[in-house]
């Protein structure tokens, strides 16, 4: 079993749509990390998150401690959010665990 | 991203041939890490190091070798280049989890 799963795999949605990506992890962690790739592309990290919630820009970025979980929202999705969004739960010991990735495709 | 660059970009080599890839970073991280990301799977981790000649091996180390003699440099040696190894192939650096974590532009091998 992973020790991070990712919900969905693959999310098609119609541009203006909200989406939730969702991250459950079963490690005990310092921080969780969401993270972005485009084809082809590097990987950047958008989010970190200790505790509560962050926004930046049309994302939004929620954990739970107590559950173990965290969501990644989008408003008003655009084709130019079309990546691959993968969810990383960092440990104490600053290792990571990575979740498969929820490849993102927004249609215009 | 302009604090860690990873070379080459790209490599088609032959199997049996050994391979080195590079990881450069300006950012005086203390941890470095070597991934490879493949369909299927996300990504793995390879070798990591927690300071200059520090290093451990992660999930997926067989076949690989690392070294780190400058804070700056990591290098990813596959001795013996099989074909089970084409894949691509990302760096990353971090401070601490809680700092944040960056990426290197990702290096595709292939071997033939």
């Known amino acids: 079993k992973n020790e991070v799963e990712q919900s969905p795999q693959n999310l098609t949605a119609q541009e203006g749509e909200f989406i939730t990506i969702n991250c459950s992890y079963s490690v005990g962690i310092s921080a969780l990390h969401w993270l972005q790739q485009h084809p082809g592309g590097g990987i950047v990290s958008l989010f970190m998150?200790?505790?509560g919630k962050k926004k930046h820009g049309r994302l939004i970025a929620t954990i739970n401690i107590q559950e173990k979980h965290s969501s990644l929202h989008i408003t008003a999705s655009h084709p130019r959010d079309s990546a691959v969004y993968i969810c990383a739960a960092a440990n104490t010991g600053n290792q990571f665990y990575f979740g498969t990735g929820t490849s993102l495709t927004v249609i215009p | 991203d302009a604090g860690i660059t990873q070379s080459p970009r790209h490599k088609v080599t032959e199997t049996g041939t050994p391979v080195t890839l590079r990881c450069h970073q300006t950012?005086?991280?203390?941890?470095m890490y070597w991934y490879r990301q493949d369909p299927g799977h996300g990504l793995r981790l390879i070798h990591y190091s927690y300071g200059v000649k520090d290093t451990d091996k992660g999930e997926v180390s067989d076949g690989y070798s690392v070294s780190r003699s400058k804070t700056e440099d990591f290098l990813l040696t596959l001795e013996s280049a099989t074909s089970s190894q084409t894949s691509v192939y990302f760096c990353?650096?971090?401070?601490?989890?809680?700092?944040?974590?960056?990426f290197g532009s990702g290096t595709r091998l292939t071997v033939v």
């Open positions: 990353a650096i971090s401070e601490t989890a809680v700092y944040g974590y960056t």
């Open positions: 998150l200790s505790s």
């Open positions: 950012e005086n991280h203390r941890y």
